[in-house]
């Protein structure tokens, strides 16, 4: 039993990818928590297909820029968006939070993610995306964060 568990764990520290200590910065612990808490929800809302959920955490004037596709922006954009990716079987998401900052009503969130699509419709390929990312956001006068863009792209190949 030892040995199988040494084994795994030697597996684990040797392949998976490295995880960057979280840097936080700026605001108030409630804000931070909160920014937190939007991030995770955001990832499980992408893989449960939540599109309320994911529409939810939007900017009005938001934007998603993803590498080597068309800027994405307003509801019925955004919405059509998350409704061609969000909820496929054989989707998993891992997020490297690497940093938040704070500054007044203005946010970032900063790191590195994996994304796995396995094929889910015929003629469809699955994919694998090792990347980052950087969303901005801004607290409205509710006191609600909300994302105001989305950028990622593809890490550099090694």
């Given at each position: 039993m030892?040995?199988?568990?040494?084994?795994?764990?030697?597996?684990?520290?040797?392949?998976?990818?490295?995880?960057?200590a979280l840097e936080i910065s700026g605001g108030t612990e409630q804000d931070r928590a909160k920014l937190q808490e939007i991030s995770k929800a955001w990832s499980d809302d992408y893989i449960s297909g939540n599109i309320d959920g994911l529409m939810g955490v939007m900017h009005e004037d938001a934007m998603i820029l993803s590498q080597k596709q068309e800027t994405v922006s307003g509801g019925e954009a955004l919405r059509a968006y998350f409704e061609a990716r969000a909820g496929k079987p054989g989707v998993t998401f891992t997020d490297d939070m690497?940093?938040?900052?704070?500054?007044?009503?203005?946010?970032?969130?900063?790191?590195?993610?994996?994304?796995?699509?396995?094929?889910?419709?015929?003629?469809?390929?699955?994919?694998?995306?090792?990347?980052?990312?950087?969303?901005?956001?801004?607290?409205?006068?509710?006191?609600?964060?909300?994302?105001?863009?989305?950028?990622?792209?593809?890490?550099?190949?090694e």
């Open positions: 030892f040995k199988t568990l040494l084994c795994t764990f030697f597996t684990m520290v040797t392949f998976a990818p490295a995880l960057q690497q940093e938040i900052r704070i500054n007044g009503n203005w946010a970032y969130v900063r790191g590195g993610f994996v994304l796995e699509v396995a094929p889910w419709e015929e003629g469809k390929p699955g994919f694998k995306r090792n990347g980052r990312y950087f969303v901005l956001y801004e607290k409205n006068d509710s006191g609600e964060w909300k994302m105001l863009r989305d950028i990622d792209n593809d890490m550099p190949k």
